[in-house]
């Protein structure tokens, strides 16, 4: 097969991968939280990240399924794998996140605790592959690469493991598959120094066929769109990749179905910002908070406080 014939057929497959996203670019689940989330990292990195996330809302553990008359408080940690791979000269990989969970409900009606349990959450897979942009590189390649606006795709999948009480109306697990397509496009004007992201997404469930232990839970897609706008700040008194990031989560859809009642669109806008600093050669902590600060009857209300730690670990014989 001649050079010409590779290169043809690496680009019906991009373009075809590119079409399947688009198809999805319209849907959103709010997932980034801030921006720079999907920025390139050198190739044959093993790429951990610890995530802590506080959480106030009007709904279960998975954030898009409201629970009426009920407050949670939720204490969140994860950790997830990322192994940096080549995937046809451009940077992706498979994952895997593993969250651990405690869970306070009360009903703010009668003022009673309704839930408290902790455990471990859905486990999810993930794959990530950049469509342009963002060429694998190895780290001394990386070191010197300037970074230029690029367009990623992501695909996330749960699984229904994580711990579930059927008599509950609240929970940890969500006893149900769900499914995530992102698509983010990102754009720098200053070699790296400024970012502005956007993303969007679909996300997909299957049903809770144990609901109450009598009912069958269903919920349409979750769409929507975030945009962030990140900059670096102070490099000459703390060093580069000192950054802080400014943005809003729209989400809307996700109708819940429970037997023969149905609920509304949870159409909602939340604000954001986020700091990051570096750490480690390629490390770093982000610290963010988002906030809803509108939404339509029956939209779950968050208020949430993130602390990321990035942590990349290079293979020394492929450097």
Known sequence: MTTLHVFAKDNVMKKIFLLFLMLFAFYYDALAQYGRIY??????????????????????????????????????????????????????????????????????????????????????????????????????????????????????????????????????????????????YAITTMKGKNWIDMYASVKLSSKNTDYLGQYTLSQKPIYGFEFHYSQDVLGKLLGPHFWFDLGFIYSGGGRVIVGDNTGHDQNSLKACGSLSFPTWKHGSIIIGYNGTVWCTEGASKTYQLVIQINCPFIVKSEM
């Open 39 to 184: 920025v390139n990292v050198p190739c044959n990195d093993n790429y951990f990240q610890v995530h802590y996330y506080n959480s106030i809302s009007n709904s279960w553990a998975e954030q898009s399924i409201p629970a009426d008359k009920n407050r949670s408080i939720t204490t969140t940690g994860s950790l997830s794998y990322t192994r940096v791979m080549n995937i046809f000269g451009r940077t992706g990989g498979p994952g895997i996140v593993i969250p651990y969970t405690n869970m306070l409900s009360y009903n703010e009606e009668f003022d009673t605790i309704t839930y408290r349990q902790h455990g471990f959450g859905d486990p999810s897979l993930t794959f990530d592959c950049n469509i342009f942009g963002a060429p694998s590189l190895r780290k001394n390649q990386y070191d010197e690469h300037i970074p230029t606006n690029y367009m990623s795709a992501h695909y996330v999948m749960s699984f229904p493991f994580g711990n579930y009480n059927v008599g509950k109306t609240t929970n940890i697990g969500a006893n149900r598959y769900t499914y995530k397509f992102v698509l983010n």
